[in-house]
């Protein structure tokens, strides 16, 4: 968001620029004033005098107008109050237009996906407990075994983030750092406080249990 916005200041930055020299050359020529500066000019009471450096707009109502124009052109909102007249405006208007058909395509979109990922782990558990549900209703499990399914899944899913450990234990990974891994990863008996059930740590590979 921030890169989009610097963006439409560099752009309006542009179009003022564009504005306040066909200004200069109506002006000059004699020809009529129909920039987008002029019609600024005549829409707030504060029209331009030739003889006058200081008159027209003040700096403040021309960059927040330059800025609202490039943010609508970007957008693709374009509420036509602030539009391009003379040749140069518009071909300016035109590569605004492109420019914010690929900012949008890419900056949103990524919004999009960062906000998709944030909601995918939430969207796997209830897919996977939806799948725990239809076997057990297919299989007519008793109310008890039924309960306790259901919350050795959320159990052993707060344990590994629905992570298969299974897949991951025999991966290609697994066998590289398998051997690391025994040297730095040991279960022993110390006192009272003995590993004797695997199922403290769900999905642990039988090789990494050492009785």
Known sequence: MCTFALIAHWLACIWYAIGNAERTNSARIGGMKIGWLDNLAE???????????????????????????????????????????????????????????????????NVSAIIQRLYSGTARYHT???RVKEFIRFHQIPEGLRQRLEEYFQHAWSYT??????????SQTHIHIQPNTHTSIRMRKTHTFIFTRKTHIPYLPPEFCHH
Do not use: R
Not at 65 to 82: D, E, K, P
């Open 128 to 130: 996977q407990m939806l």
């Open 43 to 109: 829409q707030i009471g504060k029209p331009y005098n030739d003889t006058d450096p200081a008159s027209g707009p003040s700096t403040k109502d021309k960059y927040v107008t330059a800025l609202y124009f490039t943010f609508s052109s970007l957008t693709s909102v374009g509420f036509g109050n602030v539009s391009p007249n003379t040749n140069p405006e518009k071909i300016f208007s035109i590569c605004i237009m492109l420019i914010g058909s690929l900012m949008y395509a890419s900056i949103f979109g």
């Open 161 to 170: 983030n629905g992570i298969d450990m299974n897949a991951v234990s025999h």
